[in-house]
């Protein structure tokens, strides 16, 4: 038991708990800010191991981004719309929630099947690679290989997305231009 | 076990320092401020009122701390050291001086940038808590400034990124002396590698970064909520914004966090665009005054002055300059600032590909 060993346990513990309270908690905005711990407690998840990049642009995305849309949602929408909300009848055995828990149950059972077949410490591919000498381990080059790869091999995948991201863009701007006096 | 220890002792030291610069910056700017205004300021506690702040922050350990019934109580709660911490966690990628910082990260600059973000969430956080009008339209204006204001700053600093080609803070700090093995050039004509100084700071290296500073130390000002772009906290219609409710040492951790802001953007702007620790003197013939003056104690000296240099000018500007209203602040940000920072970025990848090489 070293170290990353008790950190890892400590955060996925602080990910589990925390997740669980945003779905189970009747109060909406403080689930919010609940979600805020999962997120931060994933990116600790994603630097021990050795995704540095990939933690901080969680954060940047999702903290800085997305929760605070989520968030203003809430505040341009008043306490009363959202208490109607909370009073909502929470139970859970409903004849009307059958077939999303039939999909979750079965979802269920095979991630557990998966997580059961699977060899985690000697997957097939990664062993493979390893013997090709076609990995990359950790010295301080992990960031600029993203970059390169990024602007070389994967060129036009991040380009698709950008275009996709530029139409996001362009749609939000017309939506909410006023329309013209006629 | 010891490598622990000096994790801790290096975190406690930098708490210790943020405490300690927000107390005599707060002493500062209200010295600066009388100056400005033809007043004298504190003169009664200590030597030319030198304890006042001291006082100050003893009183406000000893406050009750009031919870307001209305609040809710874990956010209310929580609000003020969120804040804070988000800004503290990011001094551990500054560097002080060559070969000296606490976390030497390759993508420190983007870690400082992504743990800032988190002060927005605290803001909202506290206004949401409080459960008041005054508040939550101060948090509210506040998170809608930061966010716009970090699209203007985030592109000036990836001017800067591209002239350098790293995110790594002490590899930026590095390119703009007298350390750095390749050439450098000023203004990108005159071969000034091994001559140092401030011929080789990075707005000099690239003079389109001085449009990039300015767009950069405009936006720092929206980011740490400073007059001239104070509308979160103004106090004529809002009381004083999202900590209207706050008292005690909840209202001191928030105050502490506007000083520590201050003194953290204005460094990363000296990293980034004014030489970081290397000495404004350059070597001239045989007077090697740029290598005298590039060390340990030389780097955390000019790095500090520089960056007091620039946390004046915010206090300056804080004192002569009135309010931007909501609609001017928008404008600014996004008919003035985006466009601009978008024209430097497109002149250092330019300036990268041609004139660099």
Known sequence: MNAANILFYIMSFIVLASALYVAASKHLVRSVFMFFVTLFALAGLYVLSLADFVAVTQIV??????????????????????????????????????????IVGLFFIILINVILQTNADHLGWITDSIKLKNNITNSGEMTANIGVNLMTRYLLPFEIVSILLMMALVGAAHLSRKEQQA | MVSYLIYIGVA???????????????????????FIQDRIGPSE?????????????????????????????????????????????????????????????????????????????????????????????????????????????GFALISVVLICGSLDLQEISMQQGILFKEQTKFLGIWDVSGMGGIMSW????????????????????????????DIPEAESELVAGFHTEYTGMRFGLIFLAEYSMMFLVSMVGVVLFLGAWNTPLPNIGSIHLAEWTTNVPWGIFWIFVKTLLLVT???????????????QLMDLCWKVLTPLAFICMIISAVWRVWVMN
């Open chain 2, 313 to 327: 000018v915010q206090i300056w500007i804080r004192w002569t300059l009135p309010r931007l209203r909501v609609d």
């Open chain 2, 45 to 153: 506690t200590g030597k030319y009122g030198s304890l006042q702040t001291i006082a100050d922050i003893l009183k406000l350990i000893q406050k009750e701390i009031i919870n307001p019934t209305a609040t809710d109580k874990w956010l209310y709660a929580l609000a003020p050291a969120i804040i804070f911490i988000a800004v503290y966690m990011g001094f551990a990628a500054l560097p002080w001086a060559p070969g000296l910082v606490p976390s030497k990260i390759n993508i420190g600059l983007y870690y400082i940038f992504a743990i800032i973000s988190i002060e927005t969430l605290g803001i909202l956080m506290a206004g949401w808590g409080s459960n008041n009008k005054y508040s939550i339209l101060g948090a509210m204006r506040s998170a809608a400034q930061i966010i716009s204001y970090e699209i203007p700053a």
């Open chain 1, 61 to 102: 995305v999702y903290v800085g981004g997305i929760l605070v849309l989520i968030l203003f949602a809430f505040m341009l929408s008043g306490r009363e719309t959202l208490d109607v909300l909370q009073t909502e009848n929470r139970s859970i055995w409903k004849i009307n929630n059958l077939p999303a828990m039939l």
């Open chain 2, 202 to 229: 990075n707005i000099f290296r690239a003079p389109h970064l001085i449009i990039a500073f300015v767009i950069y130390f405009i936006a720092s000002l929206a980011e740490s909520n400073r007059a001239p772009f």
């Open chain 2, 12 to 34: 406690i030291g930098l708490f210790a320092f943020a405490a300690t610069f927000a107390l005599f910056a707060v002493y500062y700017e209200r010295k600066l401020s009388a």
